[in-house]
């Protein structure tokens, strides 16, 4: 059967304007232009910067420092897993700091994402959450740690409220692009029934969000954990605090035993909220 293939529909001669033509070149010109501009804003930044950070790469090939570095290094072998219960409860706790400033800054983001997002709240309630997201995410875990030792005293929570405070901002506001980002015809078909704003957010927001919200919650999760394990350095506790000692006593193999059950620690945490990630997703 022989079967004829159908005529283009397009024209193979296109005839442009000399007007039309001006046009495009000079859009495309001021693209290129554009494009050309910010390369350079964007080298000359990392130039500025790289002379802010003092940025040497050269100093590693000093052979003085290459020597240091050399005869530092072996000074954390073999680890030192005398004190391994200690460790092991210290990152316990470590633990049990993430879980519960994260668990806590999730619940607190829901409610702030809502009132942050343009599709769901009006603009004079999102800008004021919006900054107040911005404010929460700036001011690093450290830096509310020392105001919170201050108000509640050493411990581990102190640790959990600086994770909450900083952790909630960050949250929110990825929280809030995902909601930015939902289907909107099922929330119009609640509206339609003559459902309330609370209904709306329940029934036709939530259960578009929840999966990505529980991705980036167990993301969060993981870099607090890490992040408790310095905390503990300023008194905040956890492990951080033992690693400090022993780094202030030069203690070089018990830093390695603990570096190690971090790494073990944070390991095991990747691995079990990856698989929980790949089952919501």
């Excluded at 995410?137 to 994770?163: N, Q, S, W, Y």
């Excluded at 993981?222 to 022993?246: D, M």
Aim: charged share 15%.
């Amino acid at each position: 059967m022989n079967l004829k293939k159908p005529a283009s529909t397009i024209p193979k001669n296109i005839n442009i304007s000399p007007a039309v033509t001006a046009v495009l070149e000079q859009e495309a010109k001021l693209v290129t232009n554009t494009r050309i501009f910010f390369l350079i804003i964007s080298i000359v930044i990392l130039i500025l910067s790289a002379i802010q950070s003092e940025i040497n790469f050269f100093l590693f090939l000093d052979p003085e420092r290459i020597n240091r570095i050399a005869n530092y290094i072996p000074q954390y072998f073999p680890p030192d897993f005398t004190d391994w219960k200690y460790y092991l409860i210290d990152t316990l706790i470590t633990i049990a700091m993430g879980i519960w400033g994260t668990l806590l800054a999730a619940i607190a983001a829901i409610p702030l994402s809502i009132l942050a997002s343009n599709n769901v709240s009006p603009v004079w309630i999102v800008q004021p959450t919006r900054r107040l997201l911005d404010a929460m995410r700036a001011i690093d875990e450290l830096v509310f740690a020392l105001i919170f030792i201050v108000a509640v005293g050493l411990g581990p929570f102190a640790g959990v409220l600086a994770l909450f405070f900083h952790t909630a901002g960050t949250l929110g506001k990825l929280f809030s692009e995902a909601v930015e980002a939902i289907e909107p015809a099922p929330v119009e078909g609640i509206r339609a029934t003559g459902a309330s704003k609370l209904q709306e957010v329940i029934y036709g927001i939530i259960p578009q969000v929840i999966p990505l919200w529980t991705s980036f919650t167990l993301y969060r999760f993981e870099a607090n954990v890490r992040s408790a394990s310095v905390l503990g350095i300023i008194g905040a506790g956890g492990i951080g605090f033992s690693l400090y000692q022993s780094f202030g006593s030069f203690e070089y193999q018990k830093v390695c035993a603990i570096l190690i059950i971090l790494i073990l620690a944070t390991s095991i945490i990747d691995f079990v909220s990856a698989r929980i990630r790949n089952w919501l997703v």
